[in-house]
């Protein structure tokens, strides 16, 4: 079982070319797996069967895992099992037709336009690490970016002159996003007077750096936005996606097309990007009942 695994989270880096993140979540969760095959004497791959998945799944709920736990280890023991199918030490698939628990999808929280100009308007551009803030929430605001994706692009990947961004996504897909004037006018500000001064080394490439000159990370980012909104007198929850999933709602509720959308998100699947459509027909509901004469 453990070799298999290994195997398997290797084909996951080195062919599917998922994140680190990605594969460390799988991890785990097969790790998980194992224990409870473990605890049952199934010892290798080949042993398993539906019956055993059907019981960890059941285990899972009467340790009272919420569905989207569940449903994330079905995802890591389909792709696993198909793996296993592909290898031929299993001649049937045991997660062939088996159904997620019923979940409803999560809604991700978004902003009014109003709390993110409130938002943007917090960071205090007459020092560096102010710059910084303002180029950086400007510039996810602008291009929708995934927090990892932002965190990781290097100097050469925004064209200024041209207005865009080359980003790196999920299994090392690129994708070409435009950049507003508003963000490209604060990111040149920051590269002139805000990142020259904190570069602790000439030969970093990071954009966006720490107060140490180096690379900022994902715990950073989500101090400098929760610092930021608490300032601004949002008492809304926020994550480091909450800029993120603004952009995409605020593009549909001007009129941007569901597929332009799709593709400035870097989601494979346009049933990931429907689910703002969702928010939007949200709002549009409480608009027409606060404003309709007759709702």
Not at 16 to 25: F, P, V, W
Not at 195 to 217: D, P, W
Not at 224 to 253: M, N, Q, V
């Amino acid at each position: 079982m453990e070799k298999y695994i290994r195997y398997f989270l290797n084909y996951l880096a080195l062919e599917r070319g998922l994140a680190q993140n990605t594969i460390t979540s799988y991890a785990l969760d097969l790790k998980q797996f194992k224990s409870f095959c473990m605890r049952r004497q199934v010892m290798a791959a080949g042993q398993i069967d539906r019956v055993l998945v059907l019981n960890y799944l059941l285990e899972l709920k009467k340790s009272g895992r919420l569905p989207a736990t569940v449903s994330r280890h079905m995802a890591a023991l389909r792709v696993f099992c198909r793996f296993l199918v592909d290898e031929q030490v299993l001649g049937i698939d045991p997660m062939a037709n088996l159904e997620s628990p019923g979940l409803q999808k999560k809604l991700p929280g978004v902003l009014a336009q109003e709390e993110v100009e409130k938002l943007l308007a917090q960071p205090r551009v007459g020092n560096p690490a102010g710059l910084r803030d303002k180029a950086m929430l400007e510039l996810m605001y602008a291009t929708g970016m995934r927090v990892s994706e932002l965190l990781a692009l290097d100097l050469e990947q925004v064209d200024y002159e041209r207005g865009f961004v080359r980003c790196l996504g999920k299994g090392a897909k690129e994708r070409i996003i435009p950049v507003g004037t508003v963000a490209r006018n604060f990111l040149t500000e920051y590269l002139r007077r805000g990142r020259a001064k904190i570069t602790a080394n000439k030969g970093e490439n990071a954009l966006f750096l720490n107060m140490r000159g180096k690379r900022l990370t994902r715990q950073g980012f989500w101090k400098i936005i929760k610092k930021y909104a608490l300032a601004a007198g949002i008492d809304k929850t926020i994550t480091p996606h909450t800029l993120r999933h603004s952009f995409a709602t605020h593009l549909l509720e001007n009129g941007a097309d569901l597929r332009a959308l799709q593709e400035m998100l870097g989601h494979a699947d346009i049933a990931t990007t429907q689910i703002y459509t969702h928010l939007t027909d949200t709002r549009l509901r409480d608009i027409y009942n606060k404003h309709h004469p007759r709702a």
